[in-house]
């Protein structure tokens, strides 16, 4: 990844910038449907294309090379954004249920249990047996593989399960999670 420095490929490429940036600002705007994003997209393009500047002007279709570079740029912003969304309603999307006469005791204890899980596995045991999330929403949600949730659920629910010495964790987890905003809400 050699950028080109010599004078004659600062200028070419500085025709080519003057030449198609419009137009590439104009595609990641219909791509995106995001005016605002579509110069960034567009300058993150070029940019990209200046750092392999030797390969792009040597190549048969350079604009045509452009349009790709920004259409997987738009790609990424596309998915990026689809997945912000999902976990903002993944996590917003659950009621909460409310429960007479709460334990406070069991819902001091399970959250005390779960501060002492790493990150990983408390994530996954709170959203799947708190939230009620299935494997793939989890993965989704944490950007892991299902097969990351499935393990690191089993192992957090193993640890729970010895830290609070029951066998039942995973009613007692959701039963205590349910009553959280019985007691005084979410830790933050």
């Not at 705007?29 to 392999?52: F, I, K, M, P, V």
């Not at 452009?66 to 259409?71: D, Y």
């Not at 996590?91 to 334990?103: G, H, I, M, T």
Request: proline content about 2%; glycine content about 6%; aromatic content about 6%.
């Amino acid at each position: 990844m050699g950028t080109v420095v010599d004078d004659d490929a600062s200028v070419e490429f500085h025709a080519f910038f003057e030449r198609h940036y419009a137009e590439l600002s104009r595609l990641a705007h219909l791509l995106t449907g995001e005016s605002d994003a579509a110069d960034d997209l567009a300058a993150d393009a070029l940019l990209a294309l200046w750092q392999r500047w030797d390969r792009v002007r040597a190549a048969e279709h350079p604009a045509a090379y452009a349009r790709g570079v920004v259409a997987n740029l738009a790609r990424t912003r596309i998915r990026g954004t689809v997945r912000e969304r999902r976990r903002i309603a993944l996590f917003w999307s659950q009621r909460a249920e409310k429960v007479e006469n709460p334990d406070v005791a069991g819902v001091v204890d399970v959250r005390e249990a779960l501060r002492r899980l790493p990150f990983r596995k408390r994530a996954c045991v709170v959203l799947r047996h708190a939230f009620d999330l299935s494997e793939k929403d989890t993965a989704l949600a944490l950007g892991v593989s299902v097969g990351t949730v499935k393990s690191q659920t089993s192992k957090g629910m193993a640890e729970l399960q010895r830290l609070l010495g029951i066998q039942d964790a995973p009613l007692r987890m959701r039963a205590a999670m349910a009553r959280t905003g019985e007691t005084g809400g979410r830790d933050r």
